[in-house]
């Protein structure tokens, strides 16, 4: 056999041949593009269909995470630390820029299009039945992508993100009865939701650990797995909509 | 008959494996894929080598800037902060919009008009609420981001941001008889007159989807109404009492 065919069949698990069987069983015993259907509508892969806006953001979302993992082996979340560390990347790290402006802009073009996707998927009515409850799974999965960037924000421990993140935090303050500014509020300002999110009254060392987890572990988690339920969702529902 | 096409409706046994014409994942949609993906691959790139991600000096919580926005995506909502307080700005209106946006699939009340197609003319309310907040939201966020200088104040992008700006505007508070009077009459016309001038729409969404759906939607005019009655009449409260202002 061929070293190069024989190297193929190792990875790919199918032949280089071509026929309409080859084509399905390409598709079916591959990991990656298993989640796909063998076969799928002719009008929903058109570009302008899609425009590719749910795919792109879940390559931003891969992206963004194996940049992060990259950061995580040189960032500290310790707030005598962090900053320096992010100094660290910026100058010491070989590719340490780099990597961090891949994971930032990344970050900034999946925020751009979630919400994109969302609007496509409104304006083509994809929402209808069967898909309404993928909506809903989306709606929380625009939800976690503003607070996954959110959190993250935090993180560099610098003038720009310490105050914006404050700008946002402050609006627990003023929930309504669970804030201890807000409108018919019960609880002081040592029990109330801005306390609990920034384990403190002011954001410090207990915030910053608790964005981390938030960053690193839970939001990305969370996110993973509705993808998971709603990529699935989409199989299920007979694939990507179409004209009735 | 008219039982038969809604349960037509809600089950739609064609929808979940319509007849249609297919093609083959490899090579027509994995080639798209990798194309989409090879093009972003490039622009990030790009992007990453000719742009740093900001680092400015370490956090200093005694020292506040000048001007201090939340990340861009927020600033829409920082923006709201001129035309409601924080309760409102901070905490009921995200809560309501994603509560407007996960209703969409329910309290629309057509479950096959405009489905896989870009029909702008067959559902022209439903767009255009959507296509309105949506807009609104970006338009928020891109007055915050760029025409917001030091103290919030407003500088058009030909203005000098290191200029101070002086604020003369005096701002007034209806009386609360007047405010009260204005938002039940915004309300009540809101989710009464649309009931008597479209009487399908309100018949076939029923009296639970028309109520929600109005609701909601006079929520998102809210905000212009806001901006409106503070600009143009330099109105800052609708309602003033001793525990909360809107
Ligand atoms: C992390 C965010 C998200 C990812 C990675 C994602 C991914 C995808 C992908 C890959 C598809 C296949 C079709 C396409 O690319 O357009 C899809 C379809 C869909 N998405 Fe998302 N999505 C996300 C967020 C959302 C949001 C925010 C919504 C709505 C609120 C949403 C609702 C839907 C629906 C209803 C479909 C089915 C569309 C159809 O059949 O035409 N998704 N999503």
Redesign the pocket.
């Known amino acids: 056999m061929n070293i190069i065919v024989q190297m193929w069949r190792s990875i790919f698990r199918t032949g280089v041949a071509d026929s309409p069987v080859h084509r399905v069983f390409r598709v079916v015993v591959n990991f990656l593009l298993h989640l796909h259907p063998a076969r799928v509508s002719k009008d929903g892969i058109k570009l302008r269909y899609?425009f590719?806006?749910?795919?792109l953001?879940?390559f931003f979302?891969i992206v963004t995470a194996v940049t992060g993992g990259f950061l995580m082996i040189y960032y500290y979340p310790d707030v005598d630390k962090a900053y320096a560390s992010m100094k660290d990347i910026d100058e010491i790290v070989p590719f340490g820029t780099f990597m961090r402006n891949l994971h930032r802009w990344a970050a900034h073009l999946m925020v751009i299009f979630?919400p994109l996707?969302?609007l496509?998927?409104f304006l083509?009515a994809?929402?209808k039945p069967p898909?309404e409850f993928?909506?809903v799974i989306?709606?929380n999965?625009?939800l976690l992508?503003f607070l996954l960037s959110f959190t993250g924000y935090l993180l560099p421990w610098d003038q720009l993100s310490y105050w914006a993140v404050t700008v946002g935090t402050t609006m627990a303050e003023n929930t309504p009865i669970l804030g201890a500014q807000g409108p018919f509020s019960v609880l002081g300002p040592e029990e109330d939701m801005h306390f609990i999110l920034l384990g403190g009254t002011t954001i410090g060392q207990p915030t910053l650990v608790r964005f981390y987890f938030a960053h690193c572990v839970a939001l990305p988690g969370a996110?993973a797995g509705l993808?998971a339920l709603?990529?699935w969702r989409?199989r299920k529902?007979g694939g990507?909509?179409r004209p009735l | 008959m008219a039982n038969k096409t809604k349960e037509d409706a809600l089950l739609r046994p064609k929808d979940v494996y319509p007849k249609e014409e297919k093609v083959d994942t490899w090579p027509y949609l994995v080639r798209k894929e990798l194309i989409a993906i090879l093009v972003f691959s490039i622009v990030l790139v790009v992007w990453s080598l000719v742009m740093n991600a900001p680092l400015e000096d370490l956090a200093n919580p005694s020292l506040t800037p000048k001007e201090s926005k939340a990340p861009w995506y927020f600033v829409g909502l920082q923006e709201l902060l001129v035309y409601f307080d924080p309760w409102l700005a901070g905490v009921v209106l995200p809560t309501v919009i994603l509560i407007g946006?996960t209703l969409i699939p329910y309290i629309d009340p057509d479950p096959v008009k405009g489905v896989g197609q870009y029909a702008f003319k067959k559902r022209i309310f439903a767009m255009f609420c959507f296509i309105f907040g949506f807009t609104m939201w970006f338009v928020l966020v891109g007055v915050g981001q760029y025409l917001r200088g030091p103290y919030w104040s407003f500088y058009w992008p030909w203005e000098d941001m290191e200029v101070a700006k002086q604020v003369e505007v005096t701002l007034t508070n209806l009386p609360l008889p007047a405010g009260i009077a204005l938002i039940v009459c915004f309300f009540a016309l809101g989710l009464t007159i649309p009931a008597a001038v479209f009487k399908n729409f309100y018949w076939k969404a029923g009296l639970v989807r028309y109520y929600i759906t109005m609701t909601l939607f006079m929520f998102m005019m809210f905000v212009p109404l806001k901006m409106i009655l503070r600009q143009v009449f330099h109105i800052r409260y609708v309602i003033t009492t001793p525990w909360f202002n809107i």
């Open positions: 899609t590719c806006l749910g795919g953001s879940l979302f979630v996707h969302m496509r998927v083509t994809a929402y898909r993928n909506w989306g709606v999965l625009l992508t996110l993808m709603h990529f989409i529902a990507i909509s | 946006l």
